[in-house]
Structure formats: structure tokens, C-alpha cells
Nanobody
Framework: QVQLVESGGGLVQAGGSLRLSCAASGGTFSRLAVGWFRQAPGKEREFVSAISRSGEKYYADSAEGRFTITRDNAKKMTFLQMDDLISEDTAVYFC?????????????????????WGQGTQVTVSS
């Protein structure tokens, strides 16, 4: 069983930056693909970014050019560097993971691709 814990959220002014971290335990991290999703008040959870086992990266249009996803297999962590933040980025950010050796990372942008989820970390961007 894989456990995920997010950290790094907080309050930041528009134009600022935050770096979210997702720490994994209970499994072989290098076998996991990892995604980031977010949920704003009153809205559905949406895809933000993902990274495959081999390091292939995926971004939502809203994140492209502003956010950067990376992974450190030795530390069993994934990072989401968020720059040039805007008020629309305010949300709870969730880390998610899935083993993809057998299935492949076929739907990185879909919530149902993932079977492990963290509890989330709040990001608030003030304008």
C-alpha cells in the first residue's frame, strides 16, 4: 500500500511562487507514475500535471509554462514548482500515484487512472 503526503502549500501573492512536495512511502517509488490535481471551492477536481516512471511530463493548459513537475526517485518524492501564480490557482492540491508497469500510463490526465491519493495541501493566491 502506497501512502502519499503533500506539503508546501500556503498563502502567496499573485505573481509569486510555491513548490509543492509529495512524499511517498510503502511502495517502490520508481514503479509509480505520479500526478497532481487540484480542487477549488465549488468546483470539480481537475488535472494539473503528471510525470511518468521514465520522466515524461504532462501539463494542463492552465499550468503549461508556469508549473514544472519533477521527481526524485532516491528521495521518493515528486515536486510541483509553481511560478507566476494567479488567483485562479487557489485550490487544494492533491498528489496521486499509480503503478504502471503492467498497464502503462495511458490516461495521465484522468483521475480514475490513479489509485493512491494524498490528503491535499491548500494553496491560496491573493490578488
Amino acid at each position: 500500500q502506497v501512502q502519499l503526503v503533500e506539503s508546501g502549500g500556503g498563502l502567496v501573492q499573485a505573481g509569486g511562487s510555491l513548490r509543492l512536495s509529495c512524499a511517498a512511502s510503502g511502495g517502490t517509488f520508481s514503479r509509480l507514475a505520479v500526478g497532481w490535481f487540484r480542487q477549488a471551492p465549488g468546483k470539480e477536481r481537475e488535472f494539473v500535471s503528471a510525470i511518468s516512471r521514465s520522466g515524461e511530463k504532462y501539463y494542463a493548459d492552465s499550468a503549461e509554462g508556469r508549473f514544472t513537475i519533477t521527481r526524485d526517485n532516491a528521495k521518493k518524492m515528486t515536486f510541483l514548482q509553481m511560478d507566476d501564480l494567479i488567483s485562479e490557482d487557489t485550490a487544494v492540491y492533491f498528489c496521486a500515484a499509480v503503478h504502471t508497469i503492467l498497464t502503462g500510463f495511458t490516461r495521465p490526465r484522468s483521475m480514475d487512472m490513479y489509485n493512491y491519493w494524498g490528503q491535499g495541501t491548500q494553496v491560496t493566491v491573493s490578488s
